[in-house]
Nanobody, 118 residues
């Protein structure tokens, strides 16, 4: 089992920045992918960004050039630096991890609210 705990959400004005953190605990040795998804109000959950153990990253088009995902494997922590935030970035942000243990499993954090408002 893997537990994911997010932190860093909050209220920010358009154009501002926030940094999300997600710490993994439990059976972390088999985690390969970590990342972030978000669920805007009234919409489905969508990919924001992912990072592999080797550092390879993938971003949604909507956040490219504004968000940066990074990972500290020694701390089992993934970060999301969000710059130039827009109203459309308002959502609950969920940390994600994929573990290769057994048949493979997806794990999710409890979510952290990010609100972009003037």
């Amino acid at each position: 089992q893997v537990q994911l705990v997010e932190s860093g959400g909050g209220l920010v004005q358009p154009g501002g920045s926030l940094r999300l953190s997600c710490a993994a605990s439990g059976s972390v040795l088999r985690i390969s992918v970590m990342g972030w998804y978000r669920q805007p109000p009234g919409k489905q959950r969508e990919l924001v960004a992912t990072v592999q153990t080797d550092g390879n990253t993938n971003y949604a088009d909507a956040v490219k050039g504004r968000f940066t995902i990074s990972r500290d494997n020694a701390k089992n922590t993934v970060y999301l630096q969000m710059n130039s935030l827009k109203f459309a970035d308002t959502a609950v942000y969920f940390c994600y991890a994929y573990s290769r243990s057994g048949w493979g499993a997806d794990y999710w954090g409890q979510g952290t609210q990010v609100t972009v408002s003037s």
